[in-house]
């Protein structure tokens, strides 16, 4: 079982509505998650980061962790034709700086 | 946020011959900087970790004397390819950790094409 699973979509929505990304994880040794933004060809660009359980809000962005299910959730309200991009979860230990990467989901949002 | 620059952004090389990525942290000191790969529709692949002042730490399967890395300093280091061949292009980005808190900051990435 790979420690980072992620549906590589890809996913289209219309502009507005609200799209939710997830991934699952095995490694409960996990304790920061982070959501990151990839634009084709660029570096990723960190959105947010949880640490632990818990959720955590910034502006239309909402991550989500349930580190009972080992799940991990991202969701964008009001979605916007430039938040179409491929959105990458990303845990890491704590007291570390590794980060293990999920495939990453491509997310189109139509105007 | 902070600034990671990454160069170049692109490069087409002929095989055999050997490159050199630079990956800066503008403003910030970075002990820590990491090297990934990403190939088409794949997820970043972590090669190594490079600490400023010693030796970089290799993944399980990357080849330490293909794929040099030097930290001389707390806001460069750089990834030499060495002696390319046509199934090493791919898209290798840096990023690196502030000496203080838990984000990382990612360079915008280099396009290598081996012929």
């Known amino acids: 079982q790979k420690e980072v699973e992620q549906d590589p979509g890809p996913l289209s929505v219309p502009e507005g509505a609200i799209v939710s990304l997830n991934c699952t994880y095995s490694n409960s040794a996990f304790q920061y998650f982070m959501w990151y933004r990839q634009y084709s060809r660029k570096g990723p660009e960190l959105l947010m980061y949880t640490y632990s359980s818990g959720n955590k809000e910034d502006g239309r962005f909402t991550a989500q962790v349930d580190k009972s299910s080992k799940y991990i959730s991202l969701f964008i309200r009001d979605s916007q034709p430039s938040d179409s991009a491929t959105y990458l979860c990303a845990p890491r230990r704590g007291g570390s700086e590794k980060l293990v990467f999920g495939k990453g989901t491509k997310l189109t949002v139509n105007p | 946020g902070a600034v990671v620059s990454q160069h170049p952004s692109w490069v087409i090389c002929k095989s055999g011959t050997s490159v050199k990525i630079e990956c800066r942290s503008l403003d910030f000191q970075a002990t820590t900087m990491f090297w990934y790969r990403q190939f088409p529709k794949q997820s970043l692949m972590l090669m190594a970790t490079?600490?400023?002042?010693?030796?970089?730490?290799?993944e399980q399967g990357v080849e330490k004397d293909k794929f040099l890395i030097n930290h001389a300093s707390l806001t460069l280091s750089t990834l030499t390819v060495t002696s390319a061949h046509p199934e090493d292009s791919s898209f290798y980005i840096c990023s690196a950790a502030a000496t203080t808190g838990e984000k990382l900051f990612f360079g915008s990435g280099t396009q290598l094409s081996v012929l």
């Open positions: 490079s600490n400023e002042g010693s030796k970089a730490t290799y």
